[in-house]
């Protein structure tokens, strides 16, 4: 039983463009998000993450918002470039002291020249 | 962010074998974590390693198959033992994060098991 889900395999956006990232959850004891970038080869790196009681977190180009009504969250970037292309996770951590995250399967991100 | 080291980066095994991954990182942390990503899947946490005490483990996962070792705050290891096909995967090992709430991620070690 998939926790967190991101149902889209892959997206491919022109650069300059936004690119919009989906990542949905089902734990409502879920109260801190995270987007982890990954390069082939690579570990994921962190990128940006948002609280629970928030529902918007912005970093430069990249922006979480977070819909807990719906249990929805979602990464933009503006301006994407080609060098965004990548695998993005969307992680969840629980409620109660617990460090474990729960990712969902990634979304492979290429942004065409 | 702490930076992290896994050794080997890949390796081709034969079923029933065992490999050990290391996972070094250059400054002193509390908690490792030791994670899977197999094909197509996301990354599942395998178990939790403190310096000092036994690891942690997930559901699904046993000691008996992932010995984990944990000798001091720089260092651990995560041993795959009597491997088949099945573990194939990529291994990642992660340390908590100077920011709070998050964690960094070592390169991981690309298992394929024949």
């Known amino acids: 039983d998939q926790q967190v889900k991101q149902n889209s395999p892959s997206l491919s956006v022109q650069e300059g463009r936004i690119s919009i990232l989906n990542c949905d959850y089902t734990n409502s004891m879920f109260d801190y998000f995270l987007w982890y970038k990954k390069y082939p080869a690579e570990g994921p790196t962190f990128l940006i993450s948002?609280?629970?009681?928030?529902d918007k977190n912005e970093d430069g180009r990249f922006t979480v918002f977070l819909n807990k009504s719906a249990k929805h969250l979602s990464l933009h970037i503006v301006p994407s470039q080609p060098g965004d292309s990548a695998v993005y996770f969307c992680?969840?951590?629980?409620?109660?002291?617990?460090?474990?995250?729960?990712f969902g399967k990634g979304t492979k991100l290429t942004v065409n020249p | 962010s702490a930076v992290i080291s896994q050794k080997p980066s890949r390796d081709i095994c034969q079923r029933g074998t065992s490999l050990t991954i290391q996972c070094q990182v250059d400054?002193?942390?509390?908690?490792m974590f030791w994670y899977r990503q197999q094909p197509g899947q996301s990354l599942t946490l395998i178990a939790t390693a403190n310096q000092g005490s036994e690891a942690t483990y997930e559901s699904g996962f046993v000691i008996d198959k992932f010995p984990i070792s944990r000798p001091n705050l720089t260092f651990s290891t995560l041993t795959v033992s009597n491997m088949s096909p099945e573990d194939s995967s990529i291994y990642l090992c992660s340390v908590e994060g100077l920011i709070l709430d998050t964690q960094y991620f070592g390169p991981g070690t690309r298992l394929t098991v024949l």
């Open positions: 992680a969840a951590r629980a409620q109660g002291g617990s460090e474990k995250l729960v």
């Open positions: 400054s002193q942390v509390t908690m």
């Open positions: 948002i609280s629970s009681i928030k």
